[in-house]
């Protein structure tokens, strides 16, 4: 899948998923309740243990899903997290060299950044959006001030985003959202509960529906 097409479905779906798994079926698992909920974009966290091991096995396993790599620090990281077949990667703060290797394989780079300088800096060199983190303190309010001088920066806030407040992060002009544990509870991982994952992913869908 091309770029384009990559950021116009994240965009289209407005929500992308934060996994940590224990093991590649568990994230597959995971993956395929979401998508009856109807989400398909899933960030997995190099926080996760074997995290390029199940990257690589639930690309080949579910092509048609966008699982991206988050969490990533440094330009070799994400060189191969693309390798692995990432359609996109994540970042939690500034990193210009990841933005770079991104650029040079034409994929998505959505890089974190949080005050209004670093938010431009990061828009500047290169990212596809700004991941807006920890969004969780000053909420969609947040958003809607910073997009104002800014409204050419593409932003997805994370932390702290739920099915309560999705829909105004989405109002207040976010190109989409990142939920963690109010998505994907680590107890429902863990019970592998994927009727209650699917059951809070077509929560967040209609909290998104209602806002469009």
């Known amino acids: 899948m091309k770029k384009d097409a990559i ?15 224990d093991n590649p079926d568990g994230l597959l698992d995971c993956a395929k309740a979401l998508a009856d909920g109807g989400l398909t974009s899933i ?7 074997g995290a390029m091991r199940m990257l690589e096995k639930a690309v080949a ?7 991206g790599l988050g969490t990533v620090l440094d330009a070799e990281t994400a060189r191969v997290g693309i390798l692995a077949g990432a359609k996109f990667i ?7 060299d990841v933005i770079a290797v991104c650029q040079r394989y034409s994929v998505p780079i959505f890089s974190g950044a949080f005050t209004p300088t670093e938010i431009l800096a990061t828009w500047e060199a290169g990212a ?5 983190f920890p969004a969780e303190f ?16 593409e932003m997805v806030p994370t932390g702290g985003v739920n099915a309560e407040n999705v829909g105004e992060f989405i109002k207040a002009g976010a190109f989409a959202a990142a ?19 699917t059951a809070k992913a077509r929560a967040f869908v209609a909290a998104i529906a209602a806002v469009k």
């Open 128 to 132: 596809d959006a700004v991941k807006v």
């Open 138 to 153: 000053f909420g969609p309010g947040y958003i809607k001030s910073v997009k104002a001088p800014f409204p050419q920066i």
């Open 61 to 67: 396993d579910q092509p048609d899903f966008l699982f």
């Open 90 to 96: 994540v970042t939690p703060a500034f990193r210009p």
């Open 7 to 21: 950021l116009t479905k994240i965009k289209a779906e407005k929500v992308i998923a934060l996994i940590r798994a």
């Open 179 to 197: 939920a963690g544990s109010s998505l994907v509870e680590a107890k429902a991982m863990k019970e592998k509960n994927w009727a209650a994952i």
């Open 43 to 49: 960030e997995l966290t190099m926080t996760t243990p």
